[in-house]
């Protein structure tokens, strides 16, 4: 039997991670990393297992010393803490081993430091090694053979997870694009066969999240859930007879490619299943730069703009989160200001917006190899890796920050918000039109909206020192009571609220240090 502890690093603050602002709505991190729960759940009954994310939890060193095996994962943005605590765990004489999209691109990352790593997806190498780890003849380095039979993955052990301190859990219908965007490492990893779930899998996941206390919101965490058209929509099928059979538990948000708005019915699909928030990459309005990273997919139905687009998934209830590039070789000067405004015009409240940055193993990082203008630093001042063609980096990287700092000004944030609630762009949910029929029930969550709205508001306002943004806040808080919205809308807008608190935390703070942060 093997005593092994699992860890996920602590992130630093960026978009995603809500630090400056989850503390405010009584949260410690966003959502608890997907690998930790899933590889327990591969870990054969015979071994004890702990799970330790740094986010919520500080690392218990002395207990990680006495373990057989001490385990990390981590994303790109978590390496250098990875490293750190790696280099603490050698010093106790620890036996290391590192897995997950970080040292899968990058598998001489850590050197000594890991004395085994897992490159790809672990299902079958997890239980592989440990069997050879208990013979005493286990490998340096494991790589499936194969990608995993995603009918075979089990439910995750969130049970051994402090559920309770995220903001939303995490579930995973499939794997797997079907498209080939030369940035990115999702097909690298996964492939461009997208592996579904069977329902009974994907039920028994959502059963599991049911009953655990606290979750009422779950990120379907598939980089492109609509990636094999026709069997999602059998599964949301059935999840939406599920969601009717419990009376709605849980609000759901997810990952889909452009070309969704291909298709009403997936969108009726998405809307009945309450997916209330759909993240797409939709990169920049500039066509020769989406030709350039073979993003042809946004170039479809050319009789319609991208707002456009926007507009009819917003139309189905669903609010659109984009993911902005800037950089690409095709981009000059004028991409700021061209970004700024395709967001403000497709009424996009949540832009992540990165420059374009090459990961190795992809395809764009080849070919910038071979064009001789990668930056090898491991941190650059520039906040990418690319040496851009059509300007220089200093404008790039102060371009960036202008598109930031104006999307995230509190007045052009709140009136995109108001584009979406009062200007009628985002039409009423398949679950709000329900509720109307039911009075008592629609009571019963309108008191429990307007109380988790005045909790939200009274701490946010005892938390800001900022007075000029405590002043914008009241303004636009009480333009909204005036206009006498629904208890939703005032807690949709309490949300946007926290969240834009971390996002003028976060953009107030980036390049005021020397330290530039890379959204993307």
Do not use: W
């Given at each position: 039997m093997a005593n092994i502890i699992l860890i996920n690093p602590r992130f630093e603050a960026s978009y995603w991670g809500m630090e400056y602002a989850l503390h405010l709505i009584g949260y410690k991190?966003?959502?608890?990393?997907?690998?930790?729960?899933?590889?327990?759940?591969?870990?054969?009954?015979e071994h004890h297992i702990t799970l330790i994310d740094?986010?919520?939890?500080?690392?218990?060193?002395?207990?990680?010393?006495?373990?057989?095996?001490?385990?990390?994962?981590?994303?790109?943005?978590?390496?250098?803490?990875?490293?750190?605590?790696?280099?603490?765990?050698?010093?106790?004489?620890?036996?290391?081993i590192v897995g997950g999209p970080w040292v899968s691109v990058k598998e001489d990352y850590f050197g000594p430091l890991a004395d085994v790593i897992f490159v790809g997806e672990a299902e079958e190498t997890w239980p592989k090694f440990l069997d050879e780890w208990s013979r005493g003849e286990h490998a340096r380095r494991y790589?499936?053979?194969?990608?995993?039979?995603?009918?075979?993955?089990?439910?995750?052990?969130?049970?051994?997870?402090?559920?309770?301190?995220?903001?939303v859990g995490t579930v995973q219908f499939s794997r797997g694009c079907p498209f080939t965007c030369e940035f990115c490492d999702i097909i690298v990893t996964f492939g461009r066969t997208p592996r579904i779930k069977t329902t009974p899998q994907i039920i028994a996941e959502l059963e599991a999240l049911r009953q655990t206390a606290g979750i009422r919101a779950v990120f379907i965490v598939d980089d492109n859930l609509i990636g094999n058209k026709k069997t999602i929509k059998g599964v949301l099928r059935d999840v939406v007879a599920w969601q009717k059979k419990h009376d709605y538990p849980l609000t759901f948000f997810t990952e889909a490619s452009l070309d969704l708005v291909e298709d009403d019915e997936l969108m009726m699909l998405m809307d009945e299943a309450n997916i209330r928030s759909v993240f797409v990459g939709i990169e920049t309005p500039n066509e020769d730069s989406l030709?350039?990273?073979?993003?042809?997919?946004?170039?479809?139905?050319?009789?319609?703009s991208i707002p456009e687009k926007v507009e009819a998934i917003q139309a189905h209830g669903i609010e659109v989160w984009s993911g902005m590039i800037l950089g690409f070789d095709n981009d000059g000067p004028d991409i700021f200001e061209r970004q700024i405004r395709l967001v403000e015009e497709a009424g996009i409240v949540h832009a992540s917006v990165g420059m374009l940055s090459a990961i190795p193993k992809t395809p764009l990082y080849d070919r910038v190899a071979r064009e001789n203008r990668l930056d090898f630093a491991d941190r650059t001042e520039y906040g990418t890796n690319i040496i851009p063609l059509g300007m220089d980096r200093a404008t790039l990287r102060d371009g960036y920050l202008r598109v930031l700092r104006e999307l995230y000004d509190a007045d052009r944030f709140f009136n995109r918000v108001d584009t979406l609630y009062f200007d009628g762009r985002l039409k009423p949910s398949s679950r709000d039109v329900e509720l109307a029929k039911r009075p008592v029930r629609r009571i019963l969550l309108s008191l429990h909206a307007l109380f988790i709205a005045a909790a939200a508001f009274v701490k946010l306002r005892s938390t800001i020192d900022d007075a000029a943004l405590k002043r914008t806040y009241g303004r636009i808080a009480w333009n909204l009571l005036r206009r006498r919205p629904s208890p939703f809308v005032v807690q949709a807008y309490a949300i946007k609220f926290v969240m834009h608190y971390h996002y003028h935390r976060l953009v107030s703070a980036m390049g005021g240090d020397g330290h530039l942060v890379n959204m993307f």
């Open positions: 991190a966003n959502m608890p990393i997907a690998a930790l729960p899933l590889l327990a759940a591969l870990t054969p009954a740094e986010n919520i939890e500080p690392i218990d060193f002395d207990l990680c010393a006495k373990a057989d095996i001490v385990g990390l994962t981590g994303m790109t943005v978590q390496r250098f803490r990875a490293t750190e605590i790696l280099t603490e765990l050698k010093r106790r004489g620890c036996f290391t790589e499936q053979a194969e990608r995993t039979d995603m009918t075979k993955v089990p439910v995750p052990r969130h049970d051994l997870m402090k559920m309770k301190s995220y903001a030709k350039e990273t073979k993003k042809t997919q946004n170039l479809r139905g050319h009789n319609r």
